[in-house]
């Protein structure tokens, strides 16, 4: 045997020792048998949540026939790491646990998980149509504690920082602070629920074009055109002025009713403030410091797919993650400039706006007889 055939022989043996690690690694594996603060800190969702999680895509995940397949669970699992550190190497060779996947294998199991999420919980878990008693719930929450009435949930943008797209697309995707996302629109209610999620927009896309663009904007344009009254959401002065979206107004007199309903409309929007700080350090994969290495299509998916993630934690009540030991950097949701009315109307047909005066300015009157 020659030196160099002996060498290709002793590398080709490594490459099989660490493939029988990883296997040995990989079988020897149960996320189930993890202790539930580790369970946490690793996947984000408890352990009730994550088994409900599992049997929601279990028929949608390949079957393991070959020996060396990996089990679906740990499929699963290795998914949820990805969404709660945003990266291969702290999620799979740091943390409390090495799952004995190689970078290579996460690719094609990211692929198939990511799939089967987006298909079966982002449409059952992300919905904007209120059952009546949820709808009661929100309207008596936001008009009790802020004055305001016919609230339905609180709507914002923030931004998706991902990797330097296709050339020909690159113009699309640089937002106002130079780095390439995407402009994501998101409307939550009382409770944090994520209510409506649009994340399909280039970063370049200022806040007030991807709420016109929206179909829960034409959805609400069409239940005011045809006197269905489903209520009204607040946000800042991005957007523009409709009787179905009421925001701030502009240069207010120190002491006036105005200066008072801007004032409660900004305290009833920390909802959505809370709630972007609350997802984004449970799933960091979406935090501005980190970004996405994949394309503007796969990180919409990935979005989705921690939207309802989010929610699933909220309804089985998953402790929320240490703010102040997980977020060591300051993450702005805030890209576009905020304009006054009188450009802002611009956007909008001068009946929306008129509509929308009305609606708000109905509210001073109730705030008169307080």
């Known amino acids: 045997m020659t030196s160099v055939e002996l060498y290709f022989s002793d ?16 079988d020897s594996f149960n996320p189930m048998e993890l202790d539930n603060d580790v369970f946490i800190r690793n996947f984000r969702l408890s352990k009730p949540a994550f088994l409900h999680v599992y049997n929601s ?11 060396q397949a990996v089990p679906n669970i740990i499929k699963l699992a290795a998914a949820l790491k990805f969404f709660a550190y945003g990266d291969y190497q702290t999620s799979f060779f740091e943390n409390d646990l090495d799952m004995g996947l190689a970078q290579s ?5 990211f692929k ?46 923030t931004h998706l920082k991902i990797i330097m797209p296709k050339k020909d697309l690159r113009h699309l995707y640089a937002n106002r602070k130079g780095f390439f996302s995407l402009n994501i629109l998101v409307v939550c209610d009382d409770l944090m629920h994520i209510r409506y999620i649009d994340a399909r927009n280039p970063g370049a896309t200022c806040d007030a074009d991807v709420w016109n663009k929206s179909s829960l904007k034409r959805k609400l344009h069409e239940d005011y055109c045809n006197n269905r009254k489903t209520g009204v959401l607040l946000g800042d002065d991005k957007y523009p002025l409709t009787p179905y979206l009421l925001i701030p107004y502009n240069n207010v007199e120190k002491g006036s009713l105005q200066e008072k309903f801007n004032n409660k409309h900004k305290l009833a929007q ?3 403030e809370k709630m972007f700080v609350i997802l984004k350090s449970r799933f960091r994969c979406l935090l501005s410091t980190k970004e996405l ?13 921690c939207a ?6 909220l309804k089985y009540k998953v402790e929320m993650p240490d703010i102040q030991k997980e977020n060591n950097q300051n993450d702005d949701n805030s890209i ?25 300015d109905s509210i001073l009157d109730l705030f008169k007889k307080s």
Do not use: M, W
Request: some cysteine; aromatic content about 8%.
């Open 270 to 272: 920390e909802v959505i």
């Open 293 to 305: 290495h994949y394309s503007p299509e796969k990180a919409t998916q990935i979005t989705n797919i």
């Open 57 to 67: 895509i279990e028929d949608k995940l390949q079957l393991n026939i070959r020996q």
């Open 112 to 157: 198939e998980v990511f799939d089967a999420l987006e298909s079966n919980i982002c449409s059952k878990y992300i919905n904007f149509e209120y059952k009546p008693d949820e709808l009661r719930r929100v309207k008596d929450h936001f008009y009790e504690k802020y004055g305001i009435p016919n609230v339905i949930g609180c709507l914002d943008n």
């Open 11 to 26: 590398e080709e043996e490594e490459i099989l020792e660490v493939k029988r690690i990883r296997r040995s690694l990989r």
């Open 336 to 360: 576009d400039a905020k304009y006054g009315e009188d450009e802002i109307i611009k956007t909008s047909s001068n009946e929306l706006y008129n509509g929308g005066k009305l609606v708000r």
């Open 308 to 313: 309802a993630l989010h929610n699933i934690c």
């Open 105 to 109: 294998t996460l690719s094609y199991i």
